[in-house]
């Protein structure tokens, strides 16, 4: 991509909002709505024709297309046109290179690991990276604050943390993202297991060395200013009697679930009132807090305060979200934490999308329809077309991506699952407030044959039919690799 050139984006910026807005007073006709229909879907699209675009909005400067970098133009300003803000387009203007096009790199959320790129990067290298931090946001109407990441600089991190050593307690999903996160970001970590059990196997092969930053638990706790419980659920509550009192006056216990201190009456998780008690809740698997760290995207956490004796106790939490992989924080309580995290769990998220899933499959089934015709069209279509669409745009515009067909219909029957399922979803909800679902988990989550039941379950959702069709759809996917 050496000497190629950018046409002065300024002008480019200006002369294509002009030609937007006078785009948007037509009436529809023409190449008012051909040039809407590009902004709207085109240059989202892989297989976008940027020469045909800006011939279609007739800029005068581009008569020589061929002499211009004009795929690395658009991409520059296409989250801007699709957010038809003329203060977007002229950000855009501003991150726009004008002499050489970067390598399109993954950004790290490892504050170490940014440090590392940005001290062999040329200083004549523009950043397209946007210097964000604490923000008050309105979600549909709902002023909230957000914390983001650049308000943790590295240097800013590790300095508040210098003292600390954060005791990782239990190395399952959330223990093994959150661990190597903060690893990472260059803070002191330690965990704490069973010596010789599986999970002091896999920590051993995640780098975790015996005697240096792998202890058992108890030693780990003596060890550590910050206690961080991420044993499961039940675990917390059959380990508590030993490891309370080793929570000692100063430390700061940190918890990634509200589930064993709101539900105390159930769990016997009662903590000191002489140390501070934080949560950061990432949404999302502690394998997806791994993921997401590594490729540079970072998840989105809660934070909440059940105890604060120093005073600081939030600032902690908000410090800890970053450390460990965030890279945005939204503030809860531990109570609405565990609440909505139980209810999405059993709702939407797992139980009523597995409910939906095999009720549409099996009704496709007993109507003559194929296996294979009814998992695409229940399950990969989904997962695979839609689902990614609503995820990075929103409803309306997957339905708008949709046939016409499609949308009518899709229109018409919304509102009666709505109403159908509405019920079911108050029965749920209703079920974790009251502590029902909180019982059943630590009955069934306590038994000394937990493994063997949970594992017998499992293998009767992956002997169902849809599954087993799906292990076949998935083997024809052209990236499809072997699990």
């Not at 440090?115 to 523009?126: E, F, G, L, N």
């Not at 394998?287 to 998840?299: A, D, P, Y």
């Amino acid at each position: 991509m050496s000497g190629t050139t950018c046409i002065p984006i300024r002008v480019f910026t200006m002369r294509l909002l002009w030609q937007y807005l006078s785009a948007r007073e037509n009436t529809g006709r023409g190449r008012g709505k051909r040039i809407t229909s590009f902004l709207r879907f085109g240059l989202r699209s892989a297989d976008f024709n940027h020469a045909q675009f800006l011939r279609e909005i007739e800029l005068p400067t581009l008569k020589s297309a061929n002499n211009y970098h004009i795929p690395s133009i658009s991409s520059c300003i296409m989250s801007s046109l699709v957010s038809r803000s003329a203060r977007g387009l002229r950000n855009a203007a501003r991150v726009c290179p004008r002499t050489q096009v970067a390598s399109n790199t993954a950004r790290s959320y490892s504050l170490l690991a940014r440090a590392a790129v940005a001290a062999t990067t040329p200083s004549k290298t523009v950043s397209l990276q946007t210097t964000r931090g604490v923000k008050t946001l309105d979600f549909a109407g709902t002023k909230e604050v957000v914390y983001e990441r650049s308000d943790w600089p590295l240097p800013k991190l590790q300095e508040y943390f210098k003292n600390d050593t954060l005791a990782l307690i239990g190395y399952g999903s959330q223990g093994h993202g959150q661990g190597l996160n903060a690893r990472d970001n260059g803070l002191n970590v330690i965990v704490g297991v069973r010596e010789g059990g599986e999970s002091w196997r896999l920590a051993q092969e995640d780098g975790w060395v015996p005697g240096k930053t792998l202890f058992p638990i108890e030693e780990a706790i003596n060890r550590g200013t910050i206690v961080m419980n991420l044993l499961s659920d039940a675990a917390q509550s059959q380990t508590w009697p030993k490891l309370a009192p080793l929570i000692t006056k100063g430390k700061t216990l940190y918890f990634s679930h509200g589930f064993s201190v709101v539900y105390k009456d159930d769990t016997n998780v009662v903590p000191p009132p002489d140390v501070d008690v934080i949560l950061v809740a990432p949404k999302g698997s502690g394998k997806t807090v791994r993921t997401l760290f590594k490729e540079g995207r970072g998840i989105n956490s809660s934070i909440a305060v059940w105890q604060d004796v120093t005073g600081k106790a939030k600032e902690k939490a908000i410090a800890i979200g970053i450390a460990v992989g965030s890279g945005y924080l939204y503030e809860t309580t531990f109570e609405k934490e565990v609440y909505s995290d139980l209810y999405g769990e059993r709702g939407v998220l797992m139980g009523g999308i597995q409910g939906m899933f095999r009720a549409q499959y099996q009704v496709l089934r007993d109507n003559g329809h194929s296996p294979s015709e009814a998992f695409n069209e229940t399950v990969e279509e989904a997962t695979q077309s839609l689902f990614p669409l609503i995820g990075q745009h929103g409803m309306d515009y997957m339905y708008a991506a949709c046939s016409t067909t499609a949308r009518r219909g899709a229109l018409d029957w919304a509102p009666i699952f709505e109403k159908a399922n509405k019920p079911v979803f108050e029965a749920l909800y209703k079920s974790v407030r009251d502590g029902t679902e909180t019982r059943k988990s630590l009955e069934f989550n306590g038994r000394k044959t937990y493994r063997q039941d949970l594992e017998k379950e499992l293998e009767e959702i992956n002997n169902q039919e849809i599954w087993r069709a799906g292990k076949t759809v998935r083997s024809l996917r052209p990236d499809y690799k072997p699990s």
